[in-house]
């Protein structure tokens, strides 16, 4: 088996591909306002797990095996629209990110699988340019960059020109911090025609908040980063979530979209933990840790009952593993 490089040349076809690739976290918009002409930017993380894992085949006709498998099916249909190639493949999922959790899961099956289509015919593959026909990237350019390259990313909104939005800052996370997921298995977050009309009804983004937020993400939480300073990247990505989940509150029920997920953060703030949130919609939250076994024993502290499970998951700084047999 070979790995290939993600970058934007044709290659010779293959008769198997196999793609794994990882979730995304978003920790928040910069800019809801849009005032500068530029409107969303986000900042988010590539994490190890969950993730996806497909395998494609050449096949008679198309056909799909496993989980999501009619979601699969339209990814694939669209993939090979827009290759101008025949979608006589055979998709085997082997697992899939919860969908509608907050991990950017649809991105990540539609990019995974039409990476698998375009590798079958020696097509390029551009994430970039598959995210209008499979309609992904909308408002935030962090899941086609953690398909493509990994890390802590931020983009730049969008333009008038309605492409997706361009990456703008792109670090490394450091390898010994941690995050730990609570995942409310009981519920899904805002989708769909819900999300639609929670971003035509809210009011506008005060530009005060707006600027206050692009300033912690430049001065404090990229920072942070780059020196390895978990308290000080923790605070800023709090703080970033309150004012993003304080305006979407009246389409989510609160700050956050769970009860039980909001119950398990306050008990990490009650422990002096400075970073924790709710990636997206939701319902998933997140505690950022500064090392694996903080972040062990962070779990081992929080009420277990309910419809909550925990996951510890690190960052992921290389995008979509994409790998061949002839």
Do not use: K, N
């Given at each position: 088996m070979g790995e290939v490089p993600q970058r934007n040349t044709a290659t010779a076809p293959s008769s198997i591909v196999r793609v794994e690739a990882?979730?995304?976290?978003?920790?928040?918009?910069?800019?809801?306002?849009?005032?500068?002409?530029?409107?969303f930017g986000s900042?988010?993380?590539?994490?190890?797990?969950?993730?996806?894992?497909?395998?494609?085949?050449?096949s008679a006709h198309l056909?799909?095996?496993?989980?999501?498998?009619?979601?699969?099916?339209?990814?694939a249909r669209d993939a090979a629209d827009h290759l101008g190639q025949p979608d006589s493949v055979a998709i085997e999922v082997e697992r899939t990110i919860p969908a509608h959790a907050g991990f950017g899961s649809g991105t990540q099956l539609a990019l995974a699988v039409a990476a698998a289509l375009a590798r079958l015919g020696g097509h390029a593959?551009?994430?970039?340019?598959?995210?209008?026909?499979?309609?992904?990237g909308n408002?935030?350019?962090?899941?086609?960059?953690?398909f493509t390259e990994g890390?802590?990313?931020?983009?730049?909104?969008?333009?008038?020109?309605?492409?997706?939005p361009p990456v703008i800052a792109r670090l490394s996370y450091p390898e010994a911090w941690r995050i730990v997921l609570i995942l409310d298995q009981s519920m899904a977050g805002v989708h769909g025609t819900r999300e639609v009309e929670?971003?035509?009804?809210?009011?506008?983004?005060?530009?005060?908040?707006?600027?206050?937020?692009?300033?912690?993400?430049?001065?404090?939480?990229?920072p942070a980063v780059a020196l390895a300073e978990p308290q000080g990247f923790g605070a800023g990505i709090t703080r970033i979530q309150d004012l993003i989940g304080d305006h979407f509150a009246p389409h989510q029920g609160g700050r956050y979209a769970s009860a039980a997920v909001?119950?398990?953060?306050?008990?990490?703030?009650?422990?002096?933990?400075?970073?924790?949130?709710?990636?997206?919609?939701?319902?998933?939250?997140?505690?950022?840790?500064?090392?694996?076994?903080?972040?062990?024993?962070?779990?081992?502290?929080?009420?277990?009952?309910?419809?909550?499970?925990?996951?510890?998951a690190r960052g992921r700084n290389t995008g979509a593993s994409i790998t061949t047999a002839d």
């Open positions: 990882p979730a995304r976290l978003h920790f928040g918009f910069l800019d809801l306002h849009g005032g500068l002409g530029r409107r900042i988010g993380l590539a994490i190890d797990a969950p993730s996806v894992a497909l395998t494609a085949r050449r056909s799909v095996t496993g989980a999501e498998a009619e979601r699969v099916r339209g990814y593959f551009s994430a970039a340019a598959f995210s209008s026909s499979l309609d992904r408002r935030s350019g962090v899941g086609l960059s953690a890390g802590l990313i931020v983009d730049g909104g969008r333009g008038g020109d309605g492409g997706p929670a971003f035509r009804d809210l009011p506008r983004f005060p530009e005060a908040q707006a600027a206050e937020i692009c300033r912690i993400v430049l001065m404090q939480v990229l909001a119950q398990a953060l306050a008990q990490a703030a009650a422990q002096g933990v400075p970073g924790y949130g709710q990636s997206s919609w939701g319902p998933t939250g997140f505690v950022l840790m500064p090392s694996e076994a903080e972040a062990s024993a962070l779990v081992e502290s929080l009420d277990r009952g309910g419809p909550l499970r925990f996951l510890i």
